[in-house]
């Protein structure tokens, strides 16, 4: 079965130190991969995707993600975490089969202390 | 980029009486909407797929009576919980796909029935 795994319900980190919230996907073929953030009773924002090419992805806000197709996993990071990137956040695939449906992982939740 | 609008994004309503969620793109034209459920810290759970002017694919468990999805535009959306339940609250959250590997999340509908 098609799956993402976030690993990690939660993550905590200092600010100002860097971040890696991680996902690992069981998809087919060479899957889309996304990464969206979701704030208190809001809808999920859109952070970067990989579709193809380079195997770092840059986005909002200061993350980026790196593609690891051996391994089958698409990490997000960020080189210093600031407080308000403190937010709940999805990793998402897409296969790529010519079909829209989109699998979410868990979640992680990421807390940054001042 | 792409902007998709909920309304309303709270609503409370009693047992046995039915709510109207909508779903717009606001700059575009979305062929594909999408409603998802999500239960406190869980990730979302796609319901149905709603296409422009056909009947919405439902997902497996998902009731299609209770759950009524209207696409009656290029830009417009709705679901309706009907003879709504306490076990129908819950965040709900629409996207609408733009490109074929985009998809535009909505900012949710807290919905509590009491």
């Known amino acids: 079965a098609q799956s993402v795994a976030q690993p990690e319900d939660q993550v905590n980190v200092a600010e100002g130190n860097p971040l890696t919230v991680k996902c690992t996907y069981s998809?087919?073929?060479?899957?889309?991969l996304f990464w969206y953030v979701q704030y208190p009773n809001r809808g999920l924002q859109f952070l970067l995707k990989?579709?193809?090419?380079?195997?770092l992805v840059k986005g909002s806000y200061g993350f980026e993600a790196e593609f690891n197709k051996s391994q089958t996993s698409f990490h997000l990071k960020k080189p210093s975490a600031l407080v308000s990137d403190s937010a709940l956040y999805f990793c998402?695939?897409?296969?790529?089969?010519?079909?829209?449906?989109?699998?979410f992982g868990a979640g992680t939740r990421l807390f940054v202390k001042a | 980029g792409a902007v998709v609008s909920q309304h309303p994004s709270r609503v409370i309503c009693k047992s046995g009486t039915s709510v109207k969620i909508e779903c717009r793109s606001l700059?575009?034209?979305?062929?594909?909407m999408f409603w998802y459920r999500q239960f406190p810290k869980q990730s979302l759970m796609l319901m149905a797929t709603?296409?422009?002017?056909?009947?919405?694919?439902?997902e497996q468990g998902v009731e299609k009576d209770k759950f009524l999805i209207n696409h009656a535009s290029l830009t417009l959306s709705t679901l309706t919980v009907t003879s709504a339940h306490p076990e129908d609250s819950s965040f709900y959250i629409c996207?609408?796909?733009?490109?074929?590997?985009?998809?535009?999340f909505g900012p949710g509908t807290r919905l509590t029935v009491t």
């Open positions: 996207s609408a796909r733009v490109l074929a590997a985009e998809q535009y």
């Open positions: 998809v087919s073929g060479n899957p889309y």
């Open positions: 990989y579709i193809t090419g380079d195997n």
């Open positions: 998402a695939v897409r296969p790529n089969t010519g079909g829209f449906k989109t699998i």
């Open positions: 700059d575009f034209q979305a062929t594909t």
């Open positions: 709603s296409n422009e002017g056909s009947k919405a694919t439902y």
